[in-house]
């Protein structure tokens, strides 16, 4: 509780850069902090989440520079529920200490320090995402977001959560809404920047020498992997990024087929037919 309590403090002397969490799922928030402090060590991260989930993450907290209880955040939330769960993601950008922000959705992996580029960037635009995801949509992504503390980007906060609540009783997905919320901010000035994929890659395998979806290319790697189940291939990702390509051997597939025809030269064959004749007159004979 002292540990919460100090790190809840110091978000009053946070950094103007910093990268934010805001869930409930604390394991994978703690693994995939875990994956950017590997990156970028002198990453100053936070962490929203209710006080159960801080309770059950324990000692790991300390992977996080800032943590801030969602209830406090956020008191006019049921953040236990899996409605008030999502809207605390949604107003997640208003709770961000800092001026500068890369959000990251906790199911994510870092490959390469985003805020590199990222960071930069939001000196001249207000908000930066990815174009595009799994199936068939081409809109903005919100798995992973740089953006910047002013009142264009808190508009989009907010039409963002008008516009989902009008729809949560039907769907879970908060997808679609922040997709017609951006469009709706965009009217009123706000300022997007489109990220290539490599920034919210959905699939680890696409992380290779590969055309990805927005016919960018990860020929050196992706910077944030986004997926659900990509654990199994994360080893065979990190390997194939640090060491020197290799043709891989795929084994050719097993067909069956018709027993091949024996084939015999012409002398051979003349054998045979004359073996068989007598075989046919000496049966013929003990008849």
């Not at 809840?8 to 910093?18: F, I, K």
């Not at 091949?260 to 004979?285: F, H, I, M, S």
């Given at each position: 509780m002292r540990r919460l309590l100090a790190l809840?403090?110091?978000?009053?002397?946070?950094?103007?850069?910093?990268?934010?969490?805001?869930?409930?799922?604390?394991?994978?928030?703690?693994?995939?902090?875990?994956?950017?402090?590997?990156?970028a060590p002198a990453a100053n991260i936070t962490f929203v989440s209710d006080a159960a989930t801080l309770r059950d993450v324990g000692p790991s907290l300390q992977v996080f520079d800032v943590v801030i209880r969602a209830e406090k955040a956020f008191p006019d939330l049921d953040v236990h529920d899996s409605q008030g769960f999502r809207l605390q993601k949604l107003r997640g950008g208003l709770a961000s200490p800092y001026e500068r922000t890369i959000f990251l959705d906790s199911d994510t992996r870092a490959c390469k320090d985003p805020g590199k580029t990222l960071f930069p960037l939001l000196r001249n635009t207000d908000v930066a995402c990815v174009w595009g995801g799994r199936g068939n949509h081409s809109g903005a992504s919100a798995g992973v977001l740089a953006f910047s503390k002013n009142a264009r980007s808190n508009a989009l906060w907010r039409h963002w959560e008008a516009k989902y609540r009008t729809v949560m009783q039907r769907t879970r997905r908060e997808q679609p809404s922040f997709q017609v919320a951006v469009r709706k901010a965009k009217d009123e000035g706000l300022r997007v920047a489109k990220l290539p994929m490599i920034y919210n890659c959905r699939n680890v395998r696409h992380c290779r020498a590969v055309q990805l979806k927005d016919g960018t290319y990860a020929d050196k790697g992706c910077t944030v992997i986004h997926a659900h189940d990509f654990e199994s291939d994360l080893q065979d990702h990190v390997e194939l990024s640090t060491k020197k390509k290799r043709r891989r051997r795929v084994p050719a597939p097993f067909i069956r087929s018709a027993p091949?025809?024996?084939?015999?030269?012409?002398?051979?064959?003349?054998?045979?037919?004359?073996?068989?004749?007598?075989?046919?007159?000496?049966?013929?004979?003990?008849?």
């Open positions: 809840a403090l110091t978000a009053a002397a946070t950094p103007d850069e910093g990268y934010l969490f805001v869930t409930n799922r604390g394991d994978e928030a703690v693994a995939s902090a875990r994956s950017l402090r590997r990156v091949r025809r024996r084939y015999y030269t012409p002398a051979r064959g003349l054998q045979q037919r004359q073996t068989v004749v007598r075989r046919l007159q000496a049966a013929q004979e003990r008849q």
